[in-house]
Nanobody
Framework: QVPLVESGGGLVQAGGSLRLSCAGSGRPFGTYHMGWFRQAPGKEREFVAAIAWAGGNQYYSNSVKGRFTASRDNAKNTLYLQMNSLKPEDTAVYYC????????????WGQGTQVTVSS
């Protein structure tokens, strides 16, 4: 298990951008496939994006494809999510996780960071 801490959330107007970070501490997560998930009020947590351990292979949910980009810097033990053209429906708590397989994660989870997009 790798302790994870997300940051970078906040309040932004529709059409704006945010970049989330997910920092791992202790054990390096460079060998893990990692991902981003989100949970909106009253809804189940859903998959957003995943990135392979070396960073070369990524995939996204249809709702964010073309707007969000996942990246990672294994030397810094940090995962990123660049979010552009944000929409009110992107409002949610965003979580990072390790050991992503398909659209699920089986490893560590962060505590989440709130993203609120106003119309």
């Amino acid at each position: 298990q790798v302790p994870l801490v997300e940051s970078g959330g906040g309040l932004v107007q529709a059409g704006g951008s945010l970049r989330l970070s997910c920092a791992g501490s202790g054990r390096p997560f460079g060998t893990y496939h990692m991902g981003w998930f989100r949970q909106a009020p009253g809804k189940e947590r859903e998959f957003v994006a995943a990135i392979a351990w070396a960073g070369g292979n990524q995939y996204y949910s249809n709702s964010v494809k073309g707007r969000f980009t996942a990246s990672r810097d294994n030397a810094k033990n940090t995962l990123y999510l660049q979010m552009n053209s944000l929409k009110p429906e992107d409002t949610a708590v965003y979580y990072c996780a390790t050991q992503v397989l398909g659209y699920q994660a089986f490893g560590s989870w962060g505590q989440g960071t709130q993203v609120t997009v106003s119309s």
